[in-house]
């Protein structure tokens, strides 16, 4: 796989839907067939040197980083979005002037396939950002994918942000990007937190990235089970079980 290749794992989530009284660990440490959520990604994603995966940490942060501490740590204090945490990264990535893959510490059923033909697609298609795209059966709160006249990306809108003609979009959003890295930092200065959650949303990137003329390029795969993202309890099983067919 090339080199000028780094990722940022989103990992600084509570998990509020998911504490209860005997166990208020941060969301990317819950155990599911007795590894951490977080294992999992970061096992798909090995096919990139521990030293070049940032990981964004928040809540209870040392459980996280004395776990995985081969790796690279920045951290999101305050929770203020998605966007918000990948700036958290700018210090050790700002430099960098190669690819960046973003993803979530919270989809354990992403396969290292799935990462790889990201990231083959980014390089062959030369895009400066590619989204992993896909619809499921799964019923998911994901951001719906919106293309342009000539089938083209044109841009991300959050569930809670869409018109009723936007919900009924079947193409989502997993969550899941690969950037060219100045692109991706100077898009992040752009963002803003006019939105129905008044945060920094790292799905406004690619758009403001295409409206300034870089290429922006969609890469959609049945993603089925691989789209789950554990927010709740019920998540948590739901996974358990993806998980113990899988391994």
């Known amino acids: 796989m090339e080199t000028m290749l780094k990722a940022v794992v989103l990992a600084a989530g509570k998990g509020t839907r998911m504490q209860t009284e005997d166990d208020d660990a941060p969301k990317v440490m819950r155990a ?12 798909a994603l090995s096919f990139i040197p521990e030293e070049d995966i940032v990981i964004i940490v928040g809540y209870k942060k040392e459980e996280v980083t004395d776990r995985f501490s081969g790796y690279s740590f920045a951290e999101q204090a305050e929770q203020l979005g998605t966007g918000h945490a990948v700036m958290m ?22 396969r290292r396939e799935t990462y790889e033909a990201l990231v083959m697609a980014h390089f062959d298609q030369k895009n400066d950002c590619t989204i992993l795209t896909g619809e499921s059966q799964v019923k998911l709160p994901f951001g719906r994918i919106v293309r342009d006249a000539g089938g ?4 991300v809108v959050e569930e809670r942000d869409c018109t009723p003609e936007q919900l009924r979009i079947t193409e ?3 969550g899941v990007y690969i950037f060219r890295g100045p692109l991706l930092f100077n898009a992040l200065e752009q963002l803003n937190r006019s939105n129905a959650q008044g945060e920094y949303y790292l799905t406004d990137a690619p758009a403001i990235m295409r409206n300034s003329g870089a290429r922006v390029g969609l890469l959609k795969r049945d993603l089925g089970d691989e789209i789950i993202g554990v927010n709740t309890l019920e998540q948590l099983e739901q996974v358990e079980k993806i998980l113990t067919t899988l391994h």
């Open 172 to 174: 989502l959003n997993s």
């Open 152 to 155: 083209g990306f044109k841009q």
């Open 89 to 110: 990264a700018g210090e050790q990535l700002r430099s960098f002037t190669g690819a960046v893959l973003v993803c979530c510490g919270d989809m354990p059923v992403v």
């Open 32 to 43: 599911v067939c007795g590894k951490p959520l977080l294992w999992y990604v970061l096992d």
